[in-house]
């Protein structure tokens, strides 16, 4: 585990161990076993190890909060067994669509393990790596923008796309375009937003960040097209020190993934895998889905003051 990950969860884990010891206490002397029970629903015990587990997957709680989240998760594991309880007296557990359900959880949890297992075999990116990635992404770091945008999705038919393209290109501003839609009576939808550079997809980010202001990219969606307009935007750029922890965060889950990958494609070389029925004829195109690349985390993080998160979600766009 690296200092960076134990600075970000020593919040929780101080959290978590602050319940425990609460929960721990309130169990009296009665043995070790005892200290571990939080409270007893009927026949059934829950455990301060089921409280525990639960506080650790909450973000960014606090260790003065841990009192109170601890007694709230034990409140809803407390409802929880009383139902899981009463949907064994109604064999609820033996439906085999609930059957069915808990298989696939089962099956789920297992292939999320391996996966982790291959990933912790991945070496971190060295130094040289981080520098070369910061270095070919200027418009993430060096060259870092916040964009206020808005984007039109307007519905219209291929034949009509080359008399709309001229017709943004000849007005003066997005407003005037936005008229000749209305007078046309040709539909639309607007939104606005302010994003991060971060927050754009990768894939676009580029040309976004060669726009100036009231600059605008038209491309095809599925029902007509989509126009892209940079409103304004302000300079904020990322150092490499400040970006480093986030780069190296994002090259590793993608070296995690292509070893994710890597492994699973040597498992379908050495097995047998052999489609059946309506699945029979499209077997070759089925096998290449089957595993996806896995979208690994975009280059920023809390920790360095960008949102990791919303640069996986952006706005949509392709």
Known sequence: MTTRLINQRAPLLL??????????ACGGDKGDKASQTAAKVNKEE????????????QQGLKPEQAEEAGRQVLERLVD???????????????????????????????ARAYAERIGESVAKPANDEIAKYYAEKPALFKERRIYSLQELNIEAKPEQFEALRAKLSGAKNIGEFVEFLKANDIRFAGNQAVRAAEQLPLASLDNIAKMKDGDSLLSPNPNGLTVLTLVGSRSQPVDEERARPAIEAFLLNQRRAEAIQKDLKALRDSSKIEYVGKFAQPAASAASAATPAQPAPAPASAASGLDQNAIAKGMGLK
């Open 15 to 24: 959290a978590v161990v602050a319940a425990a010891t609460l929960l721990v």
């Open 80 to 110: 929880q067994e009383l139902a899981v309880q009463k949907a064994q007296e109604l064999k609820l557990d033996r439906d085999p669509r609930v059957v069915q359900q808990v298989e696939a959880a089962k099956r789920e949890i297992i």
């Open 46 to 57: 829950i455990t301060v190890h089921q409280i525990n587990f639960v506080l650790q997957r």
